[in-house]
């Protein structure tokens, strides 16, 4: 129920979504009950000197156990909408072959649960955690089709009641990071050519996931991705930088988001690979290239473009030291980046249905002496970064909803527990729960649907 009357002149359209985000790995715990295989995140938290501290996924949120829990913090907060992710490993322990029914049924509560308490889950089949029982990981093709064969499973047991999914979140987290530069699992540095062939694999999994899905599910059902597609706001609103930041949206997401929207490998990105470019089989660019009901966009922070003579047209500018960030560096506090990165994609490729499926901060959370926790800061950010959602939407970009990452706080990959994302503040000793001042933020938010 949309307030008429909200105390900001910046109201969202009615029917704009609003919901939290969060992954398996990162919040379920309960790695290895009831019949759940090790995930390539498993090994790799578990691999010293690999984490922040060596932390891991074993607990997590336990998450699996509070699910109800949870969903109560999502009831209280007023969102209509929850994406999760499934765990692959824990409804197929080797990631192929035999099912491990407890693992379904897990998700198949989760779903119900949601249902009962009025919220529409959107589900994110893969979301980092690949089984580590496939030989070879995303080196091997064979781990698009079993991830195809998966999707197809996922599709056939939840879509009497769930209606939306992605396929695949951030191709560049689970390939280059993760087989390129070393930091994320499985570790690995591969040289350029290997490693391009692993982002083939990815983006080939994806589309064989469209295809499983349209062919396991009843018509209507929405598929698309969540996809950290670079995002390039221009030094300054004229003319000449806004096509800079145009070109660059293109070439900067060459081998992923562009590569499925235009059904090819941009020229541009084969001759700069040359002799490394990927291996592509009769077949794939059709299933990569397959039609979405919707692109959903991670978005946090993004880079400056201006306009030059060079040969591709467009600069990126570095970011002085001085520029502000959050609690992780990397998140440098630039709120226009949830404007541009909608529209440059919009104005690209004519995507009819835009989620940010992400978009959230890290904060130096400590609760004071009365239990609460200020965090002024993230407040700061999401206020801004809405402010310019706002002007999205109101362009007429096709902004359907906004996912916050992250409902709580959890285990934040190769920085363990030493980020917090959430807005509610989890205690990793007791696992208690407490909702920041930014949860109270979003309730006031979504009770308005406008910026408040
Ligand atoms: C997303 O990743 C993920 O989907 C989500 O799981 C994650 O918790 C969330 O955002 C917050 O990070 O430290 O300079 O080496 C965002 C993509 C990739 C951004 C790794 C930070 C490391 C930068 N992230 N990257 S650095």
Redesign the pocket.
């Known amino acids: 129920v949309w307030s008429q009357t909200p105390s900001s002149g910046l109201a969202f359209p009615k029917g704009m979504l609003w919901g939290c985000a969060t992954?398996a790995y990162?919040i379920e715990g309960a790695a290895a009950e009831d019949g759940r295989g090790p995930s390539v995140w498993d090994t790799f938290s578990h691999t010293p000197g690999k984490t922040h501290d060596g932390d891991t996924g074993d607990v997590a949120d336990d998450s699996y156990h509070r699910y109800k829990e949870d969903i109560q913090l999502l009831k209280a907060l007023g969102v209509s909408t929850y994406r999760f992710s499934i765990s692959w490993s824990r409804v197929f322990p080797n990631g192929t072959g035999s099912l491990n029914p407890k693992g379904l049924d897990y998700y198949n509560r989760v779903v119900d649960e949601l249902l009962a308490n009025g919220i529409t889950p959107y589900i994110t089949l893969f979301?980092?955690d690949l089984p580590q029982a496939l030989p070879g990981g995303w080196q091997n093709r064979d781990t698009s089709k079993a991830f195809g064969d998966y999707a197809a499973f996922i599709g056939k047991h939840l879509s009497d009641r769930v209606k939306h999914f992605m396929t695949t979140?951030?191709f560049?987290?689970f390939t280059d990071?993760g087989y390129r530069d070393g930091?994320?699992a499985p570790g690995l540095k591969l040289a350029d050519g290997p490693a391009n062939q692993v982002r083939h694999h990815g983006i080939l999994a994806h589309g064989l996931g469209v295809q499983a899905l349209r062919a396991n599910t009843p018509s209507g059902t929405q598929i698309g991705l969540?996809e950290?597609a670079n995002v390039f706001v221009p030094v300054m609103e004229t003319e000449e930088h806004i096509k800079a930041a145009q070109r660059a949206t293109r070439i900067g997401n060459a081998p992923f988001l562009t590569t499925l929207m235009e059904g090819k490998y941009p020229e541009e990105y084969l001759r700069h690979e040359d002799a490394n470019a990927p291996k592509v089989e009769p077949g794939d660019m059709e299933a990569i290239g397959s039609k979405l009901d919707f692109v959903g966009l991670?978005i946090?922070t993004p880079s400056y473009v201006r306009a030059d003579n060079s040969p591709l047209g467009f600069a990126v500018e570095p970011a002085p030291t001085s520029y502000p960030h959050m609690a992780?560096?990397?998140i440098q506090i630039a709120p226009e980046c949830l404007y541009w990165g909608v529209r440059n994609v919009v104005d690209l490729w004519k995507i009819p249905a835009i989620y940010i499926t992400?978009n959230?901060c890290?904060s130096d959370d400590v609760p004071n002496t009365a239990g609460h926790i200020e965090d002024t800061d993230r407040v700061m950010y999401l206020r801004n970064h809405l402010t310019h959602l706002h002007r999205a939407a109101t362009e007429g970009y096709p902004v359907k909803g906004y996912f916050l990452?992250?409902l709580l706080d959890?285990f934040?990959?190769?920085?363990g527990y030493s980020?917090r994302?959430g807005i509610h503040y989890v205690d990793f000793k007791t696992l208690t729960r407490t909702p920041k001042q930014s949860a109270e933020y979003y309730r006031q938010m979504i009770a308005e649907n406008a910026v408040v």
């Open positions: 992954a990162q979301h980092w979140n951030e560049v987290c990071l930091r994320f969540a950290n991670n946090y992780s560096p990397w992400e959230g890290s990452w992250s959890n934040e990959w190769a920085d980020k994302f």
